[in-house]
């Protein structure tokens, strides 16, 4: 987050602020100023006056009735952070009365702030409190709007602010994300009367968006954690394979199959294609899903894309999942797709990956590390695919598996000749 600092260490405050306040006038205007504004700033007040912003005639700012803000902290995600993002602006404690800590959601509007009651009775007076839509849009050039706007860090400083109103105030904001999905949540911002902006804030507000995000991966973890107990009873009256996820699809647990990190949202009386298991139904219990192969499931349909770096992808469901694979693998896959329902032996598939028969062992590994990755669509005794899946080979512009690239390039002796003689399938 560093570089996005408003004012240089060591500056006179009171006489930087007066330039500024000097600047804005000039380039609002249209006139000429020696001071230009910061790029950032620049490309801000330029939307801020295409929306029909006029510096000293603030907008009536809008505000959310309590019920609406408190069911808005509800829903946030943020609502687990707040008070450690509390105790984080409190860590300035020379400086802490002359600060207010606000917290917005991803639509700006203002949930959280905390802080000295003398700087928030003046922001009060700027309709910059509690359920106020806090967005370019609404209130012109501030760090809580624009940070929003710029997907990034932002500190104004006096006469950056597009509204002549907010010219004695400071402000630093940077976006807070989700940890696990990456999605806006929301924005942290420091804000005081001008004058006061002490070094460390934007120090402080970065510190203080990694700890946020850092509990709230701490926060995920626990409620996998959690999940997985809860589900302890239920996993022991399963037999086969099956998987427990929260209602995110995040997973906390795994039997008898090596799963993703994170499948498909589930939904009840819906079926979910996970790799491994195939079409799974889904049982609610708790505050997740029990995932488990469905014994009347219809056939799973896959594909290995030979088109180029090999990839295979299960069709028909709504995990849209795929994995690249690798060129032994890929091999593997589709000597067991040529062999049929037959399929082969480890001895056979010794003697058409390596020549010769002498290399059971080596297959057998192969096979056990492809297994990992798709579970049930293999078969064994003899090696195939199985019965509850359907395999087809896309090929890109080559009409003949045998004229694809993957073939013509395949160092495995049985391939070639497997595909020169089978039809495609």
Not at 36 to 56: H, I, N, Q, Y
Not at 267 to 283: D, F, Q, R, S, Y
């Amino acid at each position: 987050m560093g570089g996005f600092n408003a004012v240089e260490p060591g500056t006179d405050l009171s006489g930087y602020a007066r330039e500024l306040i000097r600047m804005h006038g000039a380039v609002i205007a249209g006139g000429r100023s020696p001071l230009r504004p910061r790029p950032l700033v620049a490309r801000s007040w330029s939307r801020v006056l295409a929306a029909g912003l006029v510096p000293d005639q603030p907008r009536t700012r809008s505000v959310l009735a309590v019920d609406d803000v408190e069911r808005r902290r509800r829903e946030s995600t943020l609502t687990a952070v707040v008070e450690d993002l509390t105790e984080a602006v409190a860590s300035l404690a020379d400086t802490a009365a002359q600060l207010m800590l606000v917290v917005a959601d991803a639509e700006g509007v203002v949930l959280w702030r905390h802080g000295s009651a003398k700087v928030r009775h003046q922001a009060d007076t700027l309709g910059f409190r509690e359920g106020a839509r806090w967005t370019e849009n609404a209130v012109g050039t501030n760090a809580i709007g624009t940070a929003l706007t710029e997907a990034a860090p932002v500190q104004l400083f006096s006469g950056e602010h597009f509204e002549q109103f907010q010219h004695p105030w400071h402000c630093t904001a940077a976006p807070i994300h989700d940890p696990r999905t990456g999605d806006l949540l929301g924005i942290v911002d420091i804000s005081g009367p001008a004058l006061t902006l002490h070094p460390a804030v934007t120090a402080l507000v970065a510190t203080s968006v990694r700890l946020a995000e850092a509990q709230l991966w701490r926060h995920h973890e626990h409620r996998l954690a959690r999940l997985r107990t809860a589900a302890g009873p239920a996993l022991a009256t399963v037999t086969g394979p099956a998987v427990v996820v929260d209602d995110d699809g995040w997973v906390a647990h795994a039997v008898g199959v090596a799963a993703a990190r994170r499948v498909a949202v589930p939904h009840a009386g819906a079926a979910i294609t996970l790799p491994g298991l195939g079409v799974c139904v889904a049982e609610q219990f708790g505050d997740g899903w029990l995932l488990r192969p469905d014994a009347r499931a219809r056939v799973t349909q896959w594909e290995l894309d030979l088109s180029g770096p090999p990839m295979l992808r299960a069709l028909g469901g709504e995990s849209g999942w795929r994995t690249a694979l690798s060129a032994r693998h890929a091999e593997i896959l589709l000597l067991l797709h040529l062999s049929g329902r037959h399929g082969m032996t480890v001895l056979q598939l010794s003697e058409a990956l390596y020549g010769d028969p002498d290399h059971a062992v080596a297959v057998r590994a192969e096979v056990s590390r492809l297994r990992r990755v798709l579970g049930s669509v293999l078969a064994s005794r003899p090696y195939r695919i199985a019965e509850s899946a359907s395999l087809t080979v896309a090929l890109g512009a080559a009409e003949r598996l045998a004229e694809s690239d993957f073939v013509r390039h395949t160092a495995t002796p049985g391939l070639r000749a497997r595909c020169a003689t089978d039809a495609e399938r």
